[in-house]
């Protein structure tokens, strides 16, 4: 699986944007950006994904380098209830092994009030 | 229902102890998913389902762990003889096929070997 890099931690302020970034130099053609995010005693929980074109739905928005070598995820407005681990994530969904998520180490974001 | 629902939520169980750990996907969910999760570290892949078809098992760590999915949807992850090691969050996921697809996660299973 390629393998994705993250900061090990990030503050924010709440109520301020938040850019999650996250580089997957060896990114192949077919692999997919997915990012989840894990709130305390709970299971992981979805938040987006993108192949090439910058996306947006009511959770984030994730911003794809021309070249696919990074990423971020960006909060627009941070709350308190966003403070999590959050990973991002390559799915290659062409083999049945590529259908599995491999989590690496992922970002504590704090949030401040 | 509207999400994973995962069963028992916590379990404690003596080393040697046989466990039982249920999964009902959501309705419809073609793929399920087993991960363990240790403190402080990111989930880990056990294995894949699709439908009753055990696609993938390469995750599972020994012989003592089975997953079962007999009729594509309720699945079960036994763990036999469990020991200190298998201590950890055991978490399931579903979505609804093997495509670019969000998985959704149900809340795990914390279980505790003593």
């Known amino acids: 699986d390629a393998k994705t890099t993250q900061p090990n931690s990030m503050e924010s302020n709440e109520e301020e944007p938040v850019h999650l970034p996250c580089n997957h130099s060896?990114?192949?053609?077919?692999?997919?950006i997915h990012w989840y995010r894990q709130l305390p005693s709970q299971g992981p929980e979805y938040v987006i994904h993108?192949?090439?074109s910058n996306v947006n739905n009511r959770m984030a928005s994730l911003a794809i380098a021309e070249d696919r070598k990074s990423s971020t995820l960006i909060l627009h407005r941070a709350t308190l209830r966003d403070a999590a681990v959050y990973y991002c994530?390559?799915?290659?969904?062409?083999?049945?092994?590529?259908?599995?998520?491999?989590f690496g180490e992922g970002t504590q974001l704090t949030v401040n009030p | 229902g509207a999400g994973v629902s995962q069963s028992p939520r916590y379990k404690v169980a003596k080393r040697g102890q046989d466990v039982a750990l249920r999964c009902d996907p959501i309705?419809?969910?073609?793929?399920l998913f087993w991960y363990q999760q240790a403190l402080g570290q990111g989930p880990e892949f056990l294995t894949y389902?699709?439908?009753?078809?055990?696609?993938?098992k390469s995750g599972l760590p020994s012989d003592r762990f089975f997953a079962e999915r007999p009729e594509g949807s309720v699945s079960t992850l036994k763990i036999q003889r469990t020991q200190q090691e298998d201590s950890a969050v055991y978490l399931c996921?579903?979505?609804?096929?093997?495509?670019?697809?969000?998985?959704?996660f149900g809340s795990g299973t914390r279980l505790t070997v003593v």
């Open positions: 996921a579903s979505s609804l096929g093997a495509g670019p697809y969000g998985y959704t």
């Open positions: 060896t990114i192949s053609g077919t692999d997919y």
């Open positions: 993108g192949l090439t």
């Open positions: 994530i390559l799915r290659d969904v062409r083999e049945t092994s590529g259908s599995r998520l491999t």
């Open positions: 309705s419809g969910h073609v793929s």
């Open positions: 389902f699709q439908n009753e078809a055990q696609l993938d």
